[in-house]
């Protein structure tokens, strides 16, 4: 039985089979009853492969839902189907290959259950949770703020060094250091965050909001963090031209 959380993710509006009049489950892609596809319902990602809305996913049971639902929305199937039919095989595959794009990366996973779930977040969000003393107006995060000042010098030294033709090796050494650093940086968010699907998933199972509500905080603070935290390896890896 689904808990008051996972109902409101997973509950689309009560719908019936247009071939059958079978009630169908959330975003169905056909008919349980006589198999006819559906027309898209708008429902969400984790409803198309039939999963509760989790962070810890079985990677294998999607990769293999998604094989099973793309051999029945392949196109030979509807060769003698009608015009309506056609039009929505191709509509619920792009909707499949969507979801399963986005249920297999950790990342955006992790992004998607929480706007599922309201979460503010993304870059226009970034830093307005924050305590004044943990992000300035420049959003640097406060135990980077003398790292990424001394970067962006150096950058910027390295950018008109290249355009003068000149390749300071001891630079550029600092930078390749500085990129491992905040790779290594990125993989320690990384760690937290996974650390944060397995509180969200127990205290969604629990119903226990409070505690999810916590671990929803602290998922958004991490992805801020390592959004940051990979723009700066951008700039860095765009600078050395690698």
Known sequence: MLNAQESTITTAASAACWAC???LEAAALFCAQCGKIQPPSGGNFFAVFELVPRLNLDLGMLEHQFHRLS??????RFARASAEEKEWSLAQSSLLNDAYRTLKDPLARTYYLLKLNGAEIGEEFAGRNRPEN???TSRVPADLLEEVFELNMQLEEMRMGRKMGEVDEQLQ??????????????DEV???LHAEWTNWDEAA???DETARDA?????????????YLSNLVRDVTETLGE
């Open 173 to 186: 050494s600092d930078l390749k250091q500085a990129e491992k650093k905040f790779l290594g940086l990125e």
């Open 190 to 192: 990384d760690e937290k």
């Open 205 to 207: 199972e629990s119903g």
């Open 215 to 227: 671990a929803q905080k602290s998922m958004i603070a991490l992805l801020d963090r390592r959004r």
């Open 134 to 136: 943990e992000m300035g």
């Open 71 to 76: 051999r029945k929305l392949h196109p030979d």
């Open 21 to 23: 009049s079978a009630q």
